[in-house]
């Protein structure tokens, strides 16, 4: 999963700072600032959801219905 959100930050032009355990940070705006980096932000945000989202169906199939369950927790700060 971690792969798949490096290439949407690398799409993004949005900087991972680290992964720490389950926790992927990453931040928009730097290390070059943008006017927009809170859009930036929320559009890889969005990206990510739909990559979890397509991973779980797929994993549905494959692994059976607990992985449905399997979800993003995102949050956004200024």
Known sequence: MY?????IAYRHSVF???TVGDCY???????EPT??????ACRFA?????KVK???LKL???LGPDTSELE????IHR
Do not use: Q
């Open 46 to 50: 969005r990206d990510c959801l739909k």
């Open 16 to 18: 991972k700072v680290e």
């Open 72 to 75: 993003l927790r995102i949050g």
């Open 25 to 31: 940070v990453a931040v928009a705006g730097l290390p």
């Open 35 to 40: 006017h927009d980096h809170g859009v930036v």
């Open 3 to 7: 792969g798949a959100f490096d290439r």
């Open 60 to 62: 549905e199939v494959s």
């Open 54 to 56: 397509d991973v779980t």
